[in-house]
């Protein structure tokens, strides 16, 4: 089975997300628990989630991928951006604790002129303190935390599967072993192409990068996007399926390749309602059965 949806508003309450979905024809959902610019996020109904955790199973919805704020940087030059950061990073995780077994998906940061290791030093520490935080404050943290493979542009981290697996090893280094269950990684098509992982001409060799370096094991939701750019242009430029230079055919061969089975992919094409509706029956009908 295929799993495929797209980002929806939370605005109108959680159950809402997961009947909105259905209308479009998705079975799984990318939603942000508060602005994607950031701010706070407003406190759910128990019972608001329990229906949607009804809804879920009822209708054989995949994991969710629910995203951090794109404000969200916890390796930043400022200490005030990284503290702020931290917290909305503590504060979704909590939250979510009463929506488990799904994903919570993140921009790792952008190390402005720290450096690459001082980068992912940040973020392996934070990302231990928090997860340790919240089990004390709520129990076993409940949802699997992924760091998204970035365009790498500018100063972000992320942007070479390589940077990924320091990050992962040196949080299980602190945290100790039980962290390798607790992390994992989103993988972005638009970015990895953007990146300079050229999918388009080696999908098979990109995947056996990926294995080498992080473990395909480790690889849980994909974000599935056209891009705007060429191969390894670092823009991060989404487009819409089949009209972006990845191309509909690549597109779906990342969703049909073995390897990937059984993962949530979600669209963050630029589109509205119609269009995310169009490209979920088009993924679905170009499965191969």
């Keep these: 089975m295929i799993y495929i949806g797209n980002h929806v508003s939370v605005s109108k309450g959680y159950l809402a997300m997961g009947t909105h979905e259905k209308k479009l024809g998705g079975n799984t959902f990318a939603f942000f628990p508060r602005n994607p610019r950031g701010g706070k996020s407003k406190a759910v109904p128990d019972e608001d ?31 005030e951006i990284r503290a702020n950061s931290r917290e909305m990073l503590r504060d979704d995780l909590i939250k979510l604790q009463a929506l488990p077994d799904n994903y919570y998906n993140f921009h790792p940061g952008c190390h402005v002129g720290q450096g690459i290791e001082a980068g992912i030093k940040m973020i392996a520490e934070t990302l231990v303190g928090v997860i340790d935080e919240v089990e004390r404050e709520s129990g076993t943290l409940k949802n699997i935390i992924l760091l998204e493979t970035m365009a790498g542009k500018g100063s972000e981290v992320g942007g070479r599967f390589e940077e990924l697996k320091s990050i992962l090893d040196l949080a299980i280094s602190l945290g100790g072993e039980s962290y390798r269950d607790k992390l994992g990684v989103c993988l972005d098509t638009c970015h990895i192409w953007d990146s300079g992982y050229d999918i388009k001409a ?28 060429v191969c390894g242009s670092h823009k991060d430029r989404h487009e819409k ?9 690549t597109l779906i061969s990342v969703v049909q390749h073995p390897l990937l089975q059984g993962r949530p992919f979600i669209l963050e094409t630029p589109n509205d309602d119609d269009g995310y509706a169009k490209e979920i029956a088009t993924v679905k009908s170009r499965i191969i059965k």
């Design 49 to 79: 989630i329990a229906a949607l955790r009804e809804f879920l199973i009822n209708n054989r919805f995949g994991k969710l991928v629910v995203h951090g704020a794109y404000t969200m940087n916890i390796c930043a030059a400022k200490e």
């Design 202 to 229: 080696d999908l098979d060799g990109v995947l056996a990068e990926f294995d080498k370096n992080i473990g395909l094991d480790r690889l849980y939701a994909l974000h599935l996007n056209d891009s705007k750019n």
């Design 241 to 249: 399926l089949g009209e972006g230079l990845i191309g509909e055919s």
